[in-house]
């Protein structure tokens, strides 16, 4: 809670408050205060349940409020957080109604401890509130600087109401999402819930979304995620804007359902479609069929661009300049998921690695290939493979800075010709033209749709004169061709192509060839998986073939490092 003063809203601007709040749920309860301790300043955010759910605390380290502002927080329209219509336009806070603290004593009971964290306030004060906000018990209390609220007896006035909640169990997995999503959006604070008496939900504070997700999702680690940082600048707007976007790898991070595809805007999570559709199309080709990826999106922009006035749980909003945070959230997607010294975790470290075992190259204990440590610390250094061999005439040995790759050579050149076909969808004249029979009708319109100029030729026998140009000189085009007649649209239609033409496995390859490989792939788009989503390369790190192989010695402080 704040400390700044608390005062009724106009009449003016109360009545163009079109979306007011509605207390819905004990989620809608945990948001509207863990909210508020944000707008306080908060570092540390302790939520506690009772086991139905039917009372709920909420503890801050906020700036707290002084007894005048806890005398009419809870009255009707009364707010720190706007003055005038001109602060409706521009909102910064989480909170803005003045709404939800007189909309929980309609519903249940409601009491707050305070204190603000001046120091000449020597003492906090507790506040029993009745329906509408008027002051039940009112008596100074010692307790440290922030605010205790809490809500209990939820909807006991209205058994219909409480009869109507989801389970409990359904209403904790809201509750989590709730704190998941704000949490995302403010990733600097600590986060407890407790559930009766056990610490259900613990969050440790990180610099980035990148840290929490994590813990989160047990399941996976922080390298498993890419953080992209991205300035922006809208149209109409001089003020310095950013984008954050934090995505799972395609190759180790995805989902069976698509319920972690997450949009943030100004620090509160809101639902944005368009948005979502342009993260799910721009991993539609990274990820196998039936998943989905795990993505934080979080726009950063000027106020005056966003109207929350739209939905009472502040959900939706009215956000301009969509298609230009549409290009920016897809340029943001390529920069995450492209080869980069950033998406590859592990360089930093063992850069240190690498300085130990040069050391002991110095003093005769083994010879190290000079291709292994780079000599500068660039980009073009830490991307560097080097083909050395091919095992089984399908996967491709690759020396990189950070220890050895396994490249399985037919997806990888799948993926670089798929991207290829995409920027550039060259169809050529094929003279003679290739003779094709029994089409169907569906055959044929599939064909046309796909550009290739096709014509009847005789009896049950069609023409086809114009075809890919990277299938034209393959001694079986003509299956090809009757592939891509088989339907789908002209993305589909690409990944069949670079499929049949990628390099099959059993393919026996020169260096050269493999070398040739690894430099077109690695700098595709999305280097980490094919177009149907299977990963491509297998890292094994410096770190862990040392760990493997007991190599500890090596980071001893015995040998002077």
């Not at 997995?173 to 986060?191: D, M, N």
């Not at 003020?239 to 976007?245: C, R």
């Amino acid at each position: 809670m704040s400390s700044n003063c608390i005062e009724a809203l106009p009449d003016s601007v109360v009545k163009q408050i079109a979306a007011g709040e509605v207390i819905a749920s004990p989620a809608s309860v945990v948001r509207e205060l863990a909210e508020n301790a944000l707008d306080a300043k908060a570092t540390r955010v302790t939520i506690s349940l009772d086991p139905q759910l039917s009372s709920i605390r909420v503890v801050d380290n906020g700036e707290g409020m002084s007894l005048q502002n806890l005398r009419c927080c809870a009255c009707p329209h009364t707010t720190s957080k706007i003055q005038s219509f001109a602060d409706l336009q521009k909102i910064v806070s989480l909170g803005f109604r003045g709404e939800a603290l007189h909309s929980m004593t309609q519903i249940a009971s409601l009491e707050i401890l305070s204190r603000p964290r001046n120091w000449e306030e020597a003492v906090g004060y507790r506040i029993q509130y009745g329906k509408g906000g008027q002051i039940v018990s009112e008596k100074p209390i010692a307790i440290a600087p922030g605010t205790i609220v809490t809500v209990s007896d939820i909807f006991a006035d209205f058994p219909a109401r409480r009869h109507a909640l989801p389970k409990v169990s359904q209403q904790l997995k809201t509750i989590q999402k709730t704190v998941y999503e704000i949490a995302l959006s403010h990733p600097g604070l600590t986060w407890q819930v407790y559930h009766g008496q056990r610490l259900w939900v613990h969050l440790s504070p990180g610099e980035t979304p990148q840290q929490l997700l994590p813990q989160m999702l047990p399941k996976y680690r922080e390298s498993d995620f890419q953080y992209v940082c991205r300035e922006a600048t809208t149209p109409e707007q001089g003020g310095q804007s950013y984008l954050e976007l934090a995505v799972g790898l395609p190759d180790r991070a995805s989902r069976a359902q698509g319920d972690w595809i997450k949009t943030a805007v100004n620090g509160r999570c809101v639902r944005l479609p368009e948005l979502e559709q342009t993260i799910i199309s721009g991993l539609i080709r990274t990820l196998p069929r039936d998943r989905y990826p795990i993505c934080w999106l979080h726009l950063h922009t000027n106020p005056s661009l966003i109207d929350w006035n739209r939905h009472p749980a502040k959900a939706e909003i009215y956000l301009r300049h969509l298609n230009y945070w549409q290009e920016q959230t897809a340029h943001a997607l390529n920069e995450a998921l492209t080869f980069n010294p950033s998406s590859v975790p592990e360089t930093v470290h063992n850069q240190r690695v690498g300085e130990l075992i040069k050391a002991q190259e110095a003093q005769g204990s083994y010879q190290l290939s000079d291709r292994l440590v780079p000599e500068e610390d660039n980009e073009l250094s830490i991307l560097s493979l080097s083909a050395i061999a091919q095992v089984h005439n399908t996967y491709i040995i690759a020396e990189h800075p950070t220890g050895i790759w396994l490249i399985e050579q037919h997806i990888a050149h799948e993926r670089l010709l798929y991207e290829q076909l995409e920027d550039e969808w060259q169809l050529v004249p094929h003279d003679p033209p290739l003779i094709l029979n029994q089409l169907s009708q569906q055959q044929q319109r599939q064909l046309e749709r796909l550009g290739l100029e096709i014509d009847a030729f005789g009896e049950q026998m069609w023409a086809v004169r114009t075809v890919p140009k990277i299938l034209q000189a393959r001694d079986d085009l003509s299956d090809a061709i009757l592939e891509l007649s088989f339907g789908g649209d002209l993305q589909t239609a690409q990944v069949a192509t670079a499929c049949r033409s990628a390099i099959r496995n059993g393919t026996p390859l020169s260096l050269s060839q493999m070398q040739e490989i690894l430099d077109g792939w690695k700098r595709t788009r999305h280097p980490h998986t094919c177009p149907h989503g299977r990963p491509i390369y297998l890292s094994l790190e410096e770190t862990s073939l040392a760990k493997f192989f007991r190599r500890h010695w090596v980071i001893g402080k015995s040998h002077g490092i």
